[in-house]
């Protein structure tokens, strides 16, 4: 199990980019979270087999149909929080 935080950058909301991850992720079973950030980006939390967050990442630079994507930011991410399911948050 391995999670990443990531960092995506571009036309990336208000083009059902959020949704579309979340689709994607549970259709992948992985846990976490995504949400719009106040500076225009996206940002999620993504945990679970290394070869299915190894898959989103690659989606995540492809993007919802809509989107633009221009950069996928991506880092290791060693929070404690404690993931079930695949969620979306609040603005941040």
């Known amino acids: 199990m391995i999670r990443r935080r990531l960092v995506i950058t571009g ?6 980019f ?3 991850t979340v689709e994607q992720a549970t259709s992948l079973g992985l846990d976490g979270w995504v949400r719009n950030r106040a ?3 996206v940002e999620a939390v993504v945990e679970g087999p ?10 995540a630079h492809e993007g919802s149909p809509a989107s633009r994507v221009e ?3 991506v880092s290791d991410d060693d929070s404690n929080e404690t993931l079930t399911g695949f969620t979306k ?4």
């Open 18 to 20: 959020r949704d579309w």
């Open 50 to 59: 290394s070869e299915m967050v190894d898959t989103l990442i690659a989606k």
């Open 71 to 73: 950069a996928v930011d």
């Open 11 to 16: 036309r990336v909301q208000n083009v059902f």
């Open 39 to 41: 500076d225009g980006s």
């Open 89 to 92: 948050r609040p603005t941040r």
